[in-house]
């Protein structure tokens, strides 16, 4: 399998149609999961396989499944947001569900998905004995249906979702002279679309199998581009009062923020939550493969901003040899063609797993991957065969030991 997943990559770089690659769970997983791409070149972002999980570690991981609609009708949602039209067809269901499979986590945070029922239909129809027997999702008002949504082994004790929260409110945070924002790099005020989150994050709490509890904040930040950056600077700084609560009542809480942030690693939102003032959350990019971290990223996109000093100067803009951007490519979790655009695709990483000092101890070393799926080529080919969606899953391992953790 793997001198054939070599074969492949190879022929990715070279073929101009009618490509394929494979992608594998683990030997002792359902099935083999096969995508074919029939566009043209385009070298895969993410892994090609996901590594095999270490014995007794738990695997969290965070999937944007890209508008996930049953075919039953919503009477709530019409006109230009009618669910109906959008109910996701055989064939992405079943490319989403290969991708599930091949995954394999224990604790599975999705972003777009139509709600609760929905959720259990894909669940039972799609990914029957992986063990998901506990599943939520909460309807937050969003205009278009969709919400965030957790598939769990473990038990979910308890689910919060934050509506109420005034991201105005959030915005006390932040330098009140506009220059000293500036500088600091949040955003220029702009209004906002809605005085709160467009989505709000889904709390979670999670029964480990160890004893101890995980905090599991699920989050879609606003989409837009700059034209909302404010509001997401401001849903992220919301999002640090949230877990204000959690560690007022235990300071080393086990908390994991993971989602879709549309925003990359550089940008305020992100580093926010990095932020030892304000989130002090640790990205799971920091365990990532060894090897990997021995090579610089093909652009800032790849790079996860790690809190280890970084070179200045041209130099630090010298041109990434073919093995950093190989390296830089696997870590891209978004690839899309711009409706606007007939150019290349655009590849980013904003899907992020964002973990509290006391989770990111038990981390498992090498452990962090984003999971290759099939992604767009070219104009014209937005969804080759296999496509799920236009984001890739992101997971890492974590070590919680398997006797009850001590008081």
Not at 128 to 137: F, I, N, Q, R, T
Not at 165 to 174: F, Q
């Amino acid at each position: 399998m793997l001198h054939r997943l070599r074969i492949a990559a190879v022929l990715l770089a070279v073929l101009p149609a009618s490509i394929a690659w494979t992608q594998a769970a683990k030997t002792d997983a359902p099935e083999v999961v096969s995508y074919t791409y029939n566009g043209p070149a385009c070298a895969p972002i993410g892994f090609l396989k996901a590594p095999a999980k270490p014995k007794g570690a738990v695997r969290l991981a965070a999937y944007n499944v890209e508008n996930l609609f049953d075919g039953k009708d919503d009477p709530a949602l019409k006109g230009k947001d009618d669910d109906l039209p959008m109910a996701t067809d055989e064939t992405r269901l079943k490319s989403l569900a290969a991708a599930i499979k091949a995954l394999d986590a224990d604790v599975l945070a999705l972003e777009e998905v139509e709600g609760k029922e929905c959720l259990a239909w894909f669940r039972d129809t799609y990914l029957k004995d992986l063990g998901y027997e506990h599943l939520a999702s909460e309807e937050v008002g969003y205009y278009r249906g969709v919400e965030q949504s957790i598939l769990s082994r473990y038990p979910i004790k308890s689910v919060e979702i934050h509506p109420e929260m005034k991201l105005s409110d959030a915005a006390k945070r932040m330098p009140a002279d506009a220059e000293a924002r500036k500088k600091q790099g949040w955003a220029d005020e702009s209004k906002l679309e809605k005085d709160g989150f467009q989505r709000s994050p889904l709390v979670a709490k999670i029964a480990m199998p160890d004893g101890s509890e995980l905090n599991l904040l699920v989050v879609h930040l606003k989409a837009g581009g700059k034209t909302f950056a404010h509001q997401r600077d401001l849903e992220s700084l919301s999002i640090v009062s949230l877990m204000d609560e959690i560690r007022t009542k235990d300071k080393d809480a086990q908390i994991a923020v993971v989602g879709d942030f549309n925003a990359t690693p550089m940008q305020q939102p992100v580093k926010v939550l990095r932020d030892k003032a304000m989130g002090g959350l640790i990205s799971a990019y920091e365990l990532r493969p060894a090897a990997d971290k021995r090579k610089p990223a093909a652009d800032a996109d790849a790079d996860d901003g790690s809190d280890a000093p970084k070179p200045k100067g041209k130099s630090a803009r010298a041109p990434a040899s073919d093995d950093a951007k190989a390296a830089g490519a696997k870590y891209l979790t978004h690839s899309f063609v711009p409706e606007d655009s007939k150019g290349k695709p655009v590849q980013r990483t904003i899907d992020f797993i964002m973990l509290s000092p006391s989770l990111f101890q038990k981390g498992a070393k090498d452990s962090y991957f984003v999971l290759s799926t099939p992604k767009a080529g070219a104009a014209g080919n937005d969804r080759p065969k296999g496509y799920g969606s236009d984001h890739n899953p992101v997971a890492v391992d974590l070590q919680l030991g398997d006797k009850p953790a001590s008081k």
